[in-house]
């Protein structure tokens, strides 16, 4: 066991865990941020993806020791400054104007690489917007309304 | 929750090469094959781990006298993005766009599928066409492989137990063309059934010189068809030769039937990819 410090969701966290746990146990068992969900654990599906140093990464992947000193991000963390004024993030707005999730197990996934996207300047191009979610598995919307979603907020008046 | 052997994380090589030496220890960088394997406990897990992700030394894309040197740490993303291989190794920045997506992309590396040896992996067939040298390092020195030299057998490479992948060098020849098609399941986040790249340096009247072709998912390793190299040494991507060449390399493969597809697929698109890459290089 080795004590881990990170930021996550803009707060100091401190684990003491062994250095192997992936980062998606020290999120869901460790932090209780049980938002990050785990799906095929083996890096397909990207239920698990979160933000590390703003780069969309799969947490069943990442061994804990690679997060020390670093800067993760995940769903609960989206709507942070938001939540403030009792509002949601704009990309969860889209998805919620557009009917982008049933079932929900992809959506915290599909909602960090879509700010991932969005963060590094991605565009409403449908391609591209496709690319970037390629990694993100969802077996229920059929992708279209998820991509008009991150294409809405995307757009020129977009945040 | 899955196995969490202990893991050491050293600064410098020097360290890691001690850690090796004293093994067994199982070096991890982005962790995209070895974190799935432990998971879904494909095989036994490691004793020890060896994080290589704080090593500056085996970072960095840098243009040297006798070729783009990239090292093993280099993450698909930074492949993408770099000017560098842009410029000076398309093929490679295409290759690194297919591998996964973006989770994959953000966190796999270039040493990483060299040392996991797939048959299937995806950058193994640019570094066979473009001559890449490996460069290895542990306790006992460094050596320089050939890339065709390195893959051995189904998963097994030249790398000792007690070493390292430092470097990998892409020699940079005036005139060579290189080009890369990949044939999955869906476009990404696709393991191949297909991978193929070739590279070539056009002398003109003289025809094709230099031909590498060389191939992933169609045997134990990548490989490097030889033979139908040699219908293309020398001569032009015409119609005729196009057609020759497609028919020997589908002779010349000897692909199996397993989950991702079955040999006589493989066979077919590996010589109509072949095929199609020639018609466009005649551009007819």
Known sequence: ?159 | MPAEPPIDTPRHLFEAYELLAAGPIRPIAGGTDVMVQITGELGPIPERMLDLSRIDALRGIALEADGLVLGAATTYTEIRRSALCREHLPALVEAAATIGAAQIQNRGTLGGNIANASPAGDTLPILLAADATILVGGQRGERQLAAAEFFTGYRQTALAPDELILQVRFPLRPGRELRFRKVGTRRAQAISKVVLAIAWRDLGAPGWADVRVALGSVAPTPIRAAVTEAVLEGARPTPAVADLAAETLADELAPIDDVRSTAEYRRTVAARVLHRLLRDAGGW
Do not use: W
């Open chain 1, 1 to 159: 066991m080795s004590t881990f410090r990170f930021l996550v969701n803009g707060s100091p966290a401190e684990v003491e865990a062994p250095g192997m746990r992936r980062l998606l146990d020290v999120l869901r068992e460790d932090l209780g941020l049980t938002g990050t969900k785990e799906g095929c654990g083996e890096g397909e599906c990207g239920a698990c993806s979160v933000l590390l140093d703003g780069q969309v990464v799969d947490a069943c992947l990442v061994p804990v020791c690679q997060v020390e000193g670093r800067i993760v991000r995940t769903v609960e963390g989206l709507a942070l400054a938001a939540r403030q004024r009792g509002e949601l993030d704009s990309l969860q707005e889209a998805f919620l104007e557009h009917g982008a999730a049933q079932c929900g197990i992809c959506t915290p996934g599909m909602l960090m690489a879509a700010r991932a996207y969005l963060d590094a300047g991605g565009g409403p191009d449908e391609a591209d917007i496709r690319e970037a979610i390629a990694g993100n598995l969802c077996r229920c919307t059929g992708y279209t309304k998820i991509v008009d979603a991150i294409a809405a907020v995307a757009g020129p008046e977009g945040a």
